[in-house]
Nanobody
Framework: QVQLVESGGGLVQAGDSLRLSCAASERSFSNYGMGWFRQAPGKEREFVAAISRSGGSTYYTNSSKGRFTISRDNAKNTVVLQMNSLKPEDTAVYYC?????????????????WGQGTQVTVSS
C-alpha cells in the first residue's frame, strides 16, 4: 500500500500563499488518483482537491476552485497543492490520500493510504 508524507504547512496571514507537498513511497504512484482533504477541529474531514492518475483531470470545491491548484509529478512521485489567497476558514490539518476505491473523486471514502497530515493555520 502506498505510503504518503505531507509537508509544507505552517502559520500564515490571510491573503498569503502556501505550497503543500505529498511524497509517495511507491513506484506505482501513477496508478492512483490523488486527493487533498482537510479537517478542522470538531469538523469532519472534507474534500479539497483531487487529480486523476495522469494529471489530465482535476477536481475542486467551490471554495478551493480559483484559489488552489493541484498538480502532480509522476516521475518524482509527488502531488502538490498550491494554495493562494488563504482565508482563516482554510485553517485545518491537510491530508493527502490515494484513490484506492471506485467512486467519486469528491468522496472521502474513495480514498485511503492517508498521510499523517500537515497543519495549516491562517490568521486574520
Amino acid at each position: 500500500q502506498v505510503q504518503l508524507v505531507e509537508s509544507g504547512g505552517g502559520l500564515v496571514q490571510a491573503g498569503d500563499s502556501l505550497r503543500l507537498s505529498c511524497a509517495a513511497s511507491e513506484r506505482s504512484f501513477s496508478n492512483y488518483g490523488m486527493g487533498w482533504f482537510r479537517q478542522a477541529p470538531g469538523k469532519e474531514r472534507e474534500f479539497v482537491a483531487a487529480i486523476s492518475r495522469s494529471g489530465g483531470s482535476t477536481y475542486y470545491t467551490n471554495s478551493s476552485k480559483g484559489r488552489f491548484t493541484i498538480s502532480r509529478d509522476n516521475a518524482k512521485n509527488t502531488v502538490v497543492l498550491q494554495m493562494n489567497s488563504l482565508k482563516p476558514e482554510d485553517t485545518a490539518v491537510y491530508y493527502c490520500a490515494a484513490k484506492i476505491r471506485d467512486g467519486s473523486y469528491y468522496r472521502v471514502d474513495s480514498f485511503g493510504s492517508w498521510g499523517q497530515g500537515t497543519q495549516v493555520t491562517v490568521s486574520s
